[in-house]
């Protein structure tokens, strides 16, 4: 790892410095304020001092000898070499056989699943079964969400239309109403946290746009995302763009006073930095962060895409976080849909927000739950 110091007279000239000779990928490791010596201390300005890293990336260069001077004993280990090679690649292919098999046997498992739990229910059913699992519902979920109609509801005199009515209804109560932010009129401070890649610095920005300049509310921008150099940046960006102004938090103690210089903003939008939800030491820094604000709403960032039990992981990790909204990003990207629900099944969390696209403000969207589930049921695609 390649580690410098940097020293400016603002926070903005040492980063500027850094990124211009580490990069954009450069990870800020400390900052501290410098007291230049002056006559008694006084008339200096302090500077800044900004220690950033990079991870430099390990590149193994081949040494050759000359090839006029080549001996037997080389020759010798070339084709050891060779050999070795071949047997490797021959082991690689049977490792590959073997995991083919394994992901056969899974899927022959899952198959044989859905089959048995299909015979549990009517035929009006189970057709349903096969359409919610293929578009990402998980079977347990879509299995259960479906035994309880048929426990509850005789379908037996029903038309095919009237039971696919009554499925879009059942799908609708465990999905919800979606939660958006709204503004009461008091100062509201809302925090948006996720991993690492989930696009919070972007939906923050939509949502701005959205308060800013359709709903002319008056916004503020507070960044606490300082852990790389390019996520100030890109948020700071943004706020030109649109006129909003910026605040950046490199410490607890300084919320406060964005706080107190934004006392008189109707919404304070937080950008934190992404989060290893696995890690602690980061998941306690946050929530230092988030508990030092009264008031405030905290919106969960998660990619869609993402595989269910990482989902729950990830929801797991947030629990001490009350009435947690999640904004499920790039919608446009996702195969499926399934894990709204699947999430929607086993959590209470409320859904304020999808994002379908990079376009700002415009690729953000109150969730349609009913084109949601006739989506699942492959009646409609939802994007």
């Not at 919800?176 to 932010?181: L, R, T």
């Not at 937080?270 to 929530?287: F, I, P, Y």
């Amino acid at each position: 790892m390649k580690i410098k110091r940097y020293i400016g007279n603002s926070i903005q000239e040492a980063m500027i410095k850094a990124k211009n000779e580490l990069g954009s990928d450069a990870v800020i490791l400390h900052t501290r304020s410098i007291k230049q010596a002056g006559i008694f201390g006084f008339f200096k300005k302090n500077l800044v001092e900004v220690v950033a890293a990079l991870e430099e990336r390990k590149v193994e260069t081949a040494k050759y000898s000359n090839l006029s001077n080549i001996s037997d004993q080389s020759i010798y280990s070339t084709k050891n070499s060779r050999i070795h090679e071949r047997n490797h690649t021959l082991n690689s292919n049977e490792d590959l056989e073997g995991e083919i098999k394994k992901i056969r046997t899974m899927v022959e498992t899952v198959v044989n699943s859905i089959e048995i739990k299909k015979n549990e229910l009517p035929n009006s059913l189970s057709s349903f079964l096969e359409l919610l699992v293929s578009n990402g519902v998980n079977e347990d979920v879509a299995f259960q969400v479906l035994d309880r109609i048929n426990q509850q509801i005789n379908i037996s005199n029903k038309e095919i239309k009237q039971i696919q009515e009554i499925v879009l209804y059942s799908l609708k109560e465990y999905l919800g109403e979606s939660s958006p932010i709204t503004f009461d009129g008091k100062q509201k401070v809302i925090f948006f946290v996720g991993q690492t890649g989930v696009g919070k610095t972007t939906t923050l920005a939509k949502i701005a746009a959205n308060f800013s300049i359709n709903k002319k509310y008056d916004v503020g921008l507070i960044t606490a995302d300082t852990y790389r150099i390019a996520a100030v940046e890109q948020l700071k960006v943004y706020s030109e763009i649109m006129s909003i102004p910026i605040k950046v938090v490199y410490e607890i103690k300084d919320i406060y006073k964005s706080l107190s210089n934004f006392r008189d903003k109707d919404i304070i939008l937080v950008d934190t930095a992404g989060r290893n939800h696995k890690s602690d030491e980061q998941m306690h820094e946050l929530k230092e962060l988030i508990e030092s604000v009264n008031n405030k709403e905290i919106h969960i960032v998660i990619n869609a895409s993402t595989d269910f039990r990482t989902i729950r992981g990830i929801l797991d990790s947030y629990s001490f976080v009350k009435d947690l909204k999640i904004i499920f990003s790039k919608i446009d990207e996702a195969n499926s849909l399934g894990n709204i629900l699947n999430t929607k099944f086993y959590y209470d969390n409320r859904i304020s927000y999808f994002t379908t696209g990079q376009n700002v403000p415009d690729d953000i969207e109150i969730p349609n739950m009913e084109q949601l589930c006739r989506s699942l049921i492959g009646e409609a695609t939802y994007v």
